[in-house]
């Protein structure tokens, strides 16, 4: 799920020193947004981001997507990523010196054994939240209170994931291990909350009908598990609801892969011509083979908290876009096209094949999942379409050409 509209107020929001971009209050119903500080050509990056905190998806870490526990850095190798996705153990794939992956680096926690790409993702993890999150020698026990949390949360959450009851709690594991906690409360409250009926609409949206009856049960099992005086606030109905939103509006979606990553490799090699189209042929194939398997859960996925680009608005017609080029929580923002100083960057909370549906179509999802109405460029061009949805764009709901699913497959 991306950001919402402008839901990052306060002084770490603003340029870094050189920063090509910098977050300003443009209006009370719209929030900040984010603006370039100077010209930025087309495909240059804008900025490269850390989130305050991250979380990969609990579905999909049950379902073996291995990812690092703190930078989400898939730790599979391409081979073996591909042979899962297939289900075909003996497939076999060229140049696997493109493979990225170390696993000579990979480390452990040595009391719960979940594991980390390397000794500084480690050591990263057990100085902000994982000495309050370790479950030691209960990891494997249902009845211990973070495993009974995640449990519930994984019976009320169904794939596909749009966020993390743990990213919640790597917050509040944060403030508790942190020696200045009001430092890392007055981080966390630069995440604009919502007002109590669009906090609402959010936690209906995320857990369904009986949403109610069902966040007072996370509630109550977050508290078991975590409760601080310190937060006391964050465990009350209100302010539950309120935290369950920030996550739920804020959070930004973040996807891995080291089969992508050696896609990205084998394009860039200089072949001979034959060699090229063998080569091209083999991975098209693969991704046919993959979808047809696993269908659009190709990625190790989690999301995480940024400051810089959850100011980022809205646009059906976009002039920037995130991804993951590193394989793991770094977020790139780069420019879709020449971008002048004083413009405002929006990215689009929409996929490619949602932006091309109709403005009714569009903004129907927008204010279900975002809460807004969109005023881009393009939907006021299209303001006096009639608000309807076509039988084409229903029909079309779900189909993905192969051109489309290379780059979801590859565009991490």
């Avoid at 009391?111 to 020698?137: D, F, K, N």
């Avoid at 009974?148 to 403030?175: C, D, F, G």
């Avoid at 200045?180 to 966390?188: E, H, S």
Wanted: net charge negative; hydrophobic share 35%; charged share 25%.
């Amino acid at each position: 799920m991306a950001a919402a509209a402008g839901d990052v107020c306060g002084s770490a929001a603003g340029a870094q020193p050189g920063a090509a971009a910098e977050a300003r209050f443009i209006s009370s119903a719209k929030g900040k947004g984010l603006f370039a500080t100077r010209s930025i050509r087309k495909g240059e990056t804008v900025f490269v981001e850390r989130p305050v905190v991250a979380s990969q998806f609990l579905w999909n870490a049950l379902y073996n997507y291995r990812a690092c526990d703190h930078c989400l850095r898939a730790l599979e190798t391409a081979e073996e990523n591909a042979q899962r996705l297939l289900g075909k153990s003996s497939l076999v794939l060229p140049h696997p010196e493109q493979c990225s992956i170390r696993k000579d680096l990979h480390q452990q926690c040595p009391r719960c054994q979940v594991t980390y790409c390397s000794a500084e993702c480690r050591q990263a993890a057990l100085e902000q939240y994982h000495q309050v999150l370790c479950l030691g020698p209960s990891r494997d026990d249902p009845a211990h209170p973070l495993n009974k949390l995640q449990e519930a949360w994984r019976n009320m959450h169904y794939p596909p994931e749009t966020s993390s009851i743990m990213l919640m709690a790597r917050m509040v594991a944060t403030v508790k291990q942190a020696k200045d906690k009001d430092w890392w409360i007055k981080a966390f409250s630069q995440f604009c909350s919502k007002t109590a009926n669009e906090e609402e609409e959010i936690a209906h949206k995320l857990l369904g009908d009986k949403f109610k009856g069902q966040l007072e049960l996370l509630r109550l099992l977050f508290t078991e598990a975590l409760y601080d005086e310190h937060l006391s606030r964050w465990f009350t109905p209100e302010g539950f609801r309120s935290l369950f939103a920030l996550v739920g509006t804020n959070g930004q979606g973040i996807g891995t892969s080291s089969l992508s990553q050696w896609v990205h490799a084998c394009d860039a090699l200089d072949l001979p011509v034959l060699q090229r189209e063998e080569l091209d042929a083999f991975i098209d194939q693969l991704y046919k083979d993959i979808e047809k398997e696993s269908g659009e859960f190709l990625n190790c996925e989690g999301s995480g908290l940024y400051v810089l680009q959850s100011c980022c608005n809205h646009s059906c017609i976009p002039n920037a876009e995130t991804s993951f080029p590193d394989n793991n929580f770094l977020l790139h923002l780069t420019a879709l096209e020449d971008i002048e100083a004083g413009e405002e960057i929006c990215i689009s909370y929409l996929d490619c094949c949602q932006r091309e549906r109709s403005r009714h179509s569009r903004n129907k999802i927008l204010r279900e999942n975002y809460l807004f109405a969109c005023s881009c460029p393009k939907c006021l061009a299209q303001a006096d379409d009639p608000d309807a949805t076509s039988d084409e764009e229903e029909e079309g709901e779900g189909e993905t050409d192969d051109a489309e699913l290379e780059d979801e497959m590859t565009d991490v």
